[in-house]
């Protein structure tokens, strides 16, 4: 047996290998120095640019960027008439944006269970949470996979909510042959470094509604129109604009844009490595009786921003926090996606409480996120194969 780098063995490898990390080319630079030479830093042409592209890409009719993913879900949810009184379901297995966005709107976010298998959010638990005050439901597609999108949207529908779908790690993914996008009244994107497309920061909101498109234009640039049709009194000359609603200011930069766009030219070779890492990932861990690999959904074929290792803690003498500790010193750096939002104080005193969600509690317990992106050398996967290897060798329970 192998002797582990936290107990003063060699590790697996001399330099950390981390979970994510960007990847930036020559033509990505020159994609940026250019907005700097030009006229337009903000408000130009690479912010139109950019959302004509969204929509290409996606098939969605619109498409308004905004300053980040997290922008993107606020406006989605004001676009979508979320207010004070209102209950907005999402899921307890996501970064804490998916369900800020219904506190900055004043409406309470209401957590559903997760599918154990796949690990999004379970349609059944959507419905069970339904109630008349629920206005929206924020499903995200979790480590890039779609969420059940077809149940969701039915079960909207026979409730009169609004499905606004976080897909801050999905863009690339297709569900039933249509890329996400097109599909949920609203879908959000997030272009952090740490997912497959990035823009610095960046976000978007895509709909193919036009009552939302118009909204979502208001609330991003602060409830602000130039447009006459639009305006409640007559224009008094050329320079005149009216403020007709209370909106923010999120708006995106040149700079952010012209980047997005030089990196939306390598989604297809982004999500190809992503796949095939998951690929190799799969077939590695499938064999070790004392894991859980993430159950694929065959509607959705996926670009994967995240790889989720699940460990079986009756197989094992550990427990995820040894085995997250053991991967660090063998210098492979996992992290945990996600600390169950209603967990943080912050939300444990507004009353939410504990044992709310069983199924995703368990999860959080059991998992950590292995490194994934584009720029990992197939040594690079090798060697977090083996450490993992290496870490069930030693602590598998007979
Ligand atoms: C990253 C992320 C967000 C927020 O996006 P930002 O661009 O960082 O604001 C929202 N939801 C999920 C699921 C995310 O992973």
């Known amino acids: 047996m192998e002797k582990l780098a936290i107990k003063g063995g060699a590790p697996v490898r001399e330099t950390k290998l981390y979970y994510g990390h960007q990847y930036i080319d020559d033509k990505d630079i020159e994609a940026v120095v250019n907005v700097l030479k030009s006229d337009y830093l903000t408000c130009g042409p690479k912010i139109t640019a950019l959302e004509q592209r ?41 970064f804490a944006a998916s369900a800020n966005c219904a506190l900055y709107c004043g409406a309470k976010p209401v957590f559903a269970d997760i599918n154990e298998h796949t690990y999004n959010i379970a349609p059944e638990s959507v419905a069970e949470h339904m109630t008349e005050k629920t206005k929206a439901v924020v499903a995200v597609d979790f480590t890039g996979q779609a969420a059940e999108l077809d149940s969701l949207l039915k079960i909207c529908r026979e409730n009169n909510a609004v499905l606004i779908e976080d897909g801050a790690h999905s863009i690339g993914t297709k569900y039933k042959g249509k890329a996400v996008g097109s599909i949920a009244d609203m879908t959000t994107f997030s272009f952090h470094p740490v997912k497959t497309v990035t823009g610095g920061e960046g976000g978007a909101v895509l709909t193919n509604s036009e009552e939302y498109y118009k909204k979502l234009v208001l609330y991003r640039a602060h409830g602000i129109t130039r447009d006459t049709s639009l305006m409640e009194r007559e224009s008094q000359g050329g320079w005149y604009y009216e403020q007709i609603t209370l909106g923010m200011n999120y708006r995106m930069t040149d700079i952010q844009a012209a980047l997005i766009l030089s990196q939306l030219d390598k989604l297809d070779m982004f999500s190809a490595r992503r796949k095939e890492i998951v690929a190799r990932y799969n077939e590695a861990f499938s064999r070790l009786p004392e894991v859980t690999v993430q159950e694929e959904i065959q509607q959705s074929d996926t670009t994967r921003h995240l790889y989720i290792l699940r460990i079986k803690p009756e197989k094992l003498t550990i427990g995820r926090k040894q085995f997250f500790d053991a991967m660090a010193a063998e210098n492979i750096c996992c992290n945990v996606h996600y600390i169950p939002v209603y967990h943080h104080p ?27 992106y584009y720029a990992m050398t197939d040594q690079d996967v090798e060697d977090v194969i083996h450490a993992v290897k290496k870490i069930v060798e030693n ?3 007979n």
Do not use: F, Q
Request: with cysteine; charged share 20%.
């Open 346 to 372: 912050y939300y444990e005193k507004l009353g939410y409480e504990r044992g709310l969600c069983p199924k995703a509690e368990k999860l959080y317990e059991e998992m950590m996120s292995l490194p994934l």
């Open 54 to 94: 969204l929509c290409e890409i996606t098939g969605a009719k619109y498409a308004v960027v905004v300053s980040n993913g997290t922008a993107a879900l606020h406006i989605a949810c004001l676009a979508a008439g979320v207010a004070e009184g209102d209950e907005v379901i999402t899921t307890p297995i996501t």
């Open 395 to 397: 602590y598998k329970s």
